[in-house]
């Protein structure tokens, strides 16, 4: 898998269920047998691991809450 493979993966969306519990996921770590995807609870209890045996791992906790749903702004 070459840098601009990497960088070609298509960006997590709702769909993307995390692999250990079915939480929306927001952690892919890409490996060359393939990716793993986490929720943020799980990413982040093995970001240090994944970091140091998969060849990218893309982070996007930062869109956790970027857009509140409905039931977060109700009365």
């Known amino acids: ?4 493979t990497l960088l070609q993966q298509p960006p997590l969306t709702v769909a993307d269920r ?3 519990c079915g939480a929306q ?3 892919r ?3 060359a047998a393939g990716d793993l995807v986490f929720c943020g609870h799980h990413g982040r209890e ?3 691991p994944l970091q140091r045996e998969a060849l990218y791992v893309d982070d996007a906790t930062d869109l956790i809450n970027a857009t509140p749903s ?3 702004n109700s009365d």
């Open 1 to 4: 898998m070459t840098a601009t």
């Open 25 to 27: 996921a927001f952690i």
């Open 18 to 20: 995390c692999d250990r």
């Open 46 to 48: 093995l970001l240090l």
């Open 29 to 31: 770590a890409v490996f």
């Open 70 to 72: 409905p039931s977060a």
